[in-house]
């Protein structure tokens, strides 16, 4: 049983950052490739950025590309998400996930453990 808690998240002005970060614990976190979702209010929950389980291999949703950036140390049992260029419209719990099967195509159906979620609040 793998736990994974995020920190990091909180109330940012638009146009500013945010490094949110995700602990893993319990199991081996290596054989785990990591992703950061979001979830908004009435809305679906978003997959946002997938990290391979080595670190080589990123992919990115259209609406954070560019502005997001994924990583891990494994060394750390830990995945980040660097977040810059905030927009009012990122506004969201964000969560982080481990799948043990799934890279490229990991999803909310596939995915093995989930975080409890951090907010993040990106004000205008």
């Known amino acids: 049983q793998v736990q994974l808690v995020e920190s990091g998240g909180g109330l940012v002005q638009a146009g500013g950052s945010l490094r949110l970060s995700c602990a893993a614990s319990?199991?081996?976190?290596?054989?785990?490739?990591m992703g950061w979702f979001r979830q908004a209010p009435g809305k679906e929950r978003e997959r946002l950025a997938v990290?391979?389980?080595?670190?080589?291999?990123?992919y990115y949703a259209d609406t954070v590309k560019g502005r997001f950036t994924i990583s891990r140390d494994n060394a750390k049992n830990t995945v980040y998400l660097q977040m810059n260029s905030l927009k009012p419209e990122d506004t969201a719990v964000y969560y982080c996930?481990?799948?043990?099967?799934?890279?490229?195509?990991?999803?909310?159906?596939?995915?093995?453990?989930w975080g409890q979620g951090t907010q993040v609040t990106v004000s205008s």
């Open positions: 319990g199991g081996t976190f290596n054989i785990y490739a």
């Open positions: 996930a481990a799948d043990s099967a799934r890279t490229q195509s990991m999803s909310i159906r596939s995915v093995d453990y």
């Open positions: 990290i391979s389980r080595n670190g080589g291999i990123t």
